[in-house]
Each structure stands twice: as structure tokens, then as C-alpha cells.
């Protein structure tokens, strides 16, 4: 405690020299240390477990992740993990690596940082999870045009009009579809693809009628690899606060902590908000919207998730 309180008192006085006394302005009564750890974190602080740097692997999912033609990642996972360990003080590298392969090592403590993940209790016994720090919406999309537009109003309406679905084989689909799994494969409604851009590719030649996945991940997979619009339809299957994973084995609760008033700080400032408007935009301009759907899609920022 007195080691903390005198790190503290050195930072304040260092970043505030020159002010004639310390206020904490704007803060209620009793909550002075918090609003002093959020101003800690107005400049970038070497935490000593971050001295080595951290480690933090990604698999090829657009918008959010992917090595460009340079070799280098980019996407909005990508960068809002910078932006938020840049602020808490932490170099890190980044490679890629299969998902499945990832969180085992995420598990072992080989790897320290997994980004783009939904809270899932099996995931807790291994990981911390940070602040949401953006959102997941899992929708059902169709090529522009097709009948399913019209016909389709909510989720017991793909065994009625016998869509078939294709979806990646890891991954959250929510609640519904998980009830009906095994009703739709008995069916010949559902389809597994290794990944979203195979899934794409299969609607693209026919193999099904409509993908399920991300609502900013698929258009812009099928307009980027397949030149192809595609329509949302109006059933949500899933809305989730999408995290950073820290393991367990090399990562502590302090060094968790700090990430998490990290992302206060940068949601406080607009950074984060206006890195998600960024890609959003991105995304949705490769989407055709009916204006059913156009007003259920959310373009701005997202009711923040714990």
C-alpha cells in the first residue's frame, strides 16, 4: 500500500508540476482516488509486468483482423488492442494464429492477449476479460433481393421457408440457434464452414441461401472477396459485448485492472467511439439495407456491456 501510494503521489506531482494545488475537480465527494488513477492514465505508465511487452495473437476474421498485402495486421480488433495497451503502457507483439490453436495457448500462458471475444463461462476458467470496449451483432444475411427479405420476420421462420444456413463452425450464434442446432442439421438446414470468408464464398456459388455471422464482418467480407451486396434480415440472434482475453497463467488481476481503466479513459475521450464509427462505416456502406433493417442496425456507439 505505501508502495502504491508513493508511485501516486510521485506521478501526480510529476504530471501536474507547476499547478498550485491538486483538486479533484469534478468528482464526487469520496471517490478522489479514482478520479486520480483515471488521470494516471491520461499519460502511458510502465507497468512492471508489461516491461517484456505482451503477446497478442489474431486469426483472420475482417473487418476486425487480418494480415494485409504487406504482412501486417490491420483491422479494428487491431487496433483498439494498440490504442488500449498503448494507454496502459505496454508494447505488444502480434502475430496470427488459427483460433483454436490460439486459445490453447492463451490457456498455457504462452500467449498473454486474445482480442474480438464474447464472456463465455468455459472461457473464464482460463482467462480475465477486460471492459467491453465494442459490440457483436449476429444477424442472418441473404443476397440482395432474394425472397427471404420479405419472408423472413423473426427466427422460426428459417424452418417455415426452409433456409438453409451457412455458419463457421466456432463461434456464438445465440440463443435460438443453439436451441434449434440439432433441429436444423436433422432438417438439411444447416452448413458448417472452417471460416466466414469460406461461408461467403459457399452462399456466393449457391451451396445455401444465407449466412449467419458478425454484422460488420460479413458484409464486408462478401464485398471485398466476392464482389457481392448482401442483405440483413430482420432477425437479431445475438447482441454481446465483445472483450479483451488476458490468461491467467501470465497475466494478474493488477495488470487487468489497469487495462480496464485504460478503456474507461479512452471511451471518456472518443477515442474508442470513434475508432468503432470509423470501421461501422466502413462495413455498412458494402450493406443493403432495407429500411426495416436500416433502422434496427446500430451506426453509432453501443450501450456499454460490463
Known sequence: MYLWSSLVSTVVT??????????CLDCPKGVCVRCLLL?????????????????????????YAWTDAFGQPQGLDIEASRLISGKVGCPLSIEAIPA???????????????????????????????????????????????????????????????LRLILPGNGWYGADYQASKQRLSQASLLIISPNASQAVQMLAYDRGDAVVGDSLSVPFIASEQEKLRLEA?????????????????????????RFNLAIEALEADGSLPALRRKW???????????????????????????
Open 100 to 162: 483454436k490453436r490460439a486459445h490453447q495457448m492463451l490457456k498455457s500462458g504462452r500467449i498473454d492477449l486474445l482480442a474480438g471475444a464474447t464472456k463465455l463461462p468455459q472461457r473464464q476458467l482460463y482467462a480475465h476479460f477486460s471492459l467491453a470496449y465494442r459490440s457483436e451483432e449476429v444477424r442472418i444475411f441473404v443476397k440482395q433481393g432474394h425472397q427471404a427479405v420479405t419472408q423472413v420476420r423473426q427466427w422460426q421462420d428459417v424452418f417455415s421457408q426452409r
Open 280 to 306: 461501422q462505416q466502413i462495413s455498412y456502406a458494402r450493406l443493403t439495407l432495407t429500411p426495416s433493417v436500416e433502422s434496427d442496425l446500430h451506426f453509432g456507439d453501443y450501450p456499454r456491456a460490463p
Open 39 to 63: 488521470l494516471l492514465f491520461a499519460f502511458p505508465i510502465w507497468a512492471k509486468e508489461c516491461q517484456q511487452g505482451l503477446t497478442l495473437v489474431y486469426n483472420d476474421w475482417p473487418p
Open 233 to 257: 434480415l430482420q432477425p437479431v440472434l445475438a447482441q454481446d459485448g465483445i472483450h479483451l482475453m488476458l490468461s491467467k497463467v501470465s497475466v494478474d488481476e493488477t495488470l487487468l485492472e
Open 14 to 23: 510529476v504530471r501536474l508540476k507547476g499547478l498550485d494545488r491538486l483538486k
